[in-house]
């Protein structure tokens, strides 16, 4: 079977010949983002920003934009494909493949000892007011990011109307969320094409008068390095590769094991949602943790945001969330093996096959992207299917509002419409306390997103200690 070390040689031969930087050092940088990407994909965004294109001016504002266009058009965790993209245009095939790893290895490790902890002393006082807390944070945080990205997105009255026709058709009419973004995209996709002036994308990635760093004064430059040109006999090669590394264990898994075995069915859905994750974690959550909880049972309310909180909490992309639902699921459904065993290989597929498809799309597209600069109609789509994530995320925020700030929660219906409701009577009052604590230290007081966390953990264990 191909392994990541021959992919590392698939056309790169004399690798350090045409590297932009020393590979050595670009290790060290990549290492360096990884350990300081907390904070969900915008903080992560802006420490690459910052050490990429502020620090070490390897590449220009207008590049670095456009490669994160392309990345949030792409199904997957947007600033983790961004950290591929970059360290594949600056050191080739193996340069992205090592960005890429390093971006998810230290949240990987992490979340991993946290869920040990979670499942072995979940019912500590202590370890149960750190999660107590953490839920109410991860609320506010969530309510956060549709203020922040509805700021930038919802710029006219077109993206407000497909913001708004996003969280209806999700909310109420419960349409599967890869058909809202694919027809987002279509709408953005055709106004761009038009030359539309509501679906521009505009400005640059940092706010104010501050001079920008022009593509041509970077160490990459402006031209598409030798490396970059498309190149359809390696983006086949590359892809077909990655694609075995993807899906061979899950065709494995589902002949040996059946398709109702639980490591089965984790690779089989998490594999689907690395192909429909488009707009980030916020926006897919929602789906994720109505599938988790109410399909599969894999899990409780609760325990979803309880693993968002690690996910907040820890470097990395926000997704791995996900490994914490395939170790509950692994733990809870052992078979015939040990449950922490059965758990740690759950969260090692899941998290497989959630991040080996960003470096496929990175690999099959990022050529044919780089020769798409400035393109219209595809800035349209990516301008719609951001507007429609604002709705989506909102989706997301009344879910997890409902669960964490409600004891009951019931179901109305009118005709083809249903959606959830709350049992007034029901109200957490010390969740609503929190949660309302966390928003104003996060909207009001300014504070960083994992300030908030630490200090709500604090308070969950004081409440639960004292209570």
């Not at 993807?246 to 089989?268: E, I, N, T």
């Not at 859905?269 to 897919?284: D, E, N, P, R």
Request: glycine residues 10%.
């Amino acid at each position: 079977m191909t392994n990541m070390t021959d992919l590392g040689k698939i056309a790169d031969q004399a690798v350090t010949e045409t590297d932009i930087v020393p590979l050595s050092e670009a290790v060290k940088v990549w290492a360096r983002v990884a350990a300081l990407s907390f904070g969900g994909p915008a903080g992560q965004i802006a420490v690459m920003h910052r050490i990429v294109v502020d620090e070490k001016r390897w590449i220009g504002e207008h590049r670095f934009l456009h490669a994160l266009n392309y990345c949030m058009l792409l199904p997957g965790p947007e600033a983790h494909q961004l950290a591929i993209y970059i360290g594949w245009l600056l050191n080739r095939t193996l340069g992205g493949m090592i960005a890429g790893l390093l971006f998810v290895l230290p949240g990987f490790v992490s979340i991993l000892a946290l869920s040990y902890v979670y499942v072995l002393f979940g019912n500590v006082t202590v370890v149960e007011g750190m999660f107590f807390g953490l839920k109410c944070a991860v609320l506010a945080v969530v309510v956060q990011a549709v203020f922040r990205i509805g700021s930038r997105a919802l710029r006219n009255g077109p993206m407000v109307g497909l913001a708004s026709l996003a969280f209806v058709a999700i909310f109420f009419l419960h349409v599967p969320f890869p058909l809202i973004i694919i027809a987002a995209a279509v709408i953005g996709f055709l106004g761009g094409r038009k030359g539309a002036s509501a679906f521009r994308v505009g400005g640059g990635h940092k706010a104010g008068t501050d001079k920008i760093l022009e593509d041509r004064d970077s160490l990459l430059g402006e031209e598409i390095p030798p490396h970059a040109a498309p190149n359809l006999a390696w983006s086949l090669k590359t892809s077909g590769a990655l694609a075995a590394l993807w899906l061979l264990p899950v065709a494995g898994l589902l002949l040996g094991l059946g398709q109702h075995d639980v490591f089965s069915q984790l690779g089989v859905f998490f594999s689907q949602m690395a192909v429909v994750t488009f707009g980030g974690a916020y926006a897919v959550l929602a789906y994720v943790a109505q599938q988790a909880v109410d399909g599969f049972g894999w899990l409780r309310p609760g325990e979803m945001l309880d693993g968002l909180g690690m996910a907040e909490t820890t470097p990395g992309p926000l997704i791995m969330v996900t490994q914490f639902v395939g170790f509950l699921a692994g733990y809870r459904d052992p078979g015939s093996i040990n449950p922490l065993a059965a758990a740690t290989l759950a969260a090692v597929l899941t998290t497989w096959v959630t991040f080996i498809p960003s470096f496929l799309w990175i690999f099959a597209g990022a050529p044919f992207m780089e020769r798409m600069r400035g393109n219209a109609a595809l800035s349209g789509a990516m301008a719609a299917i951001t507007a429609a994530v604002v709705g989506v995320i909102l989706n997301l925020a009344v879910w997890f509002g409902l669960h964490v700030l409600f004891r009951e929660v019931a179901t109305l219906t009118l005709g083809p419409l249903w959606w959830d409701v709350p049992i007034l009577h029901s109200i957490d009052w010390p969740s609503l306390i929190l949660t309302l604590l966390a928003a104003l230290a996060l909207f009001r007081l300014r504070q960083s997103v994992i300030t908030v966390l630490l200090a709500s953990a604090v308070l969950g264990i004081a409440w639960r200690v004292l209570s």
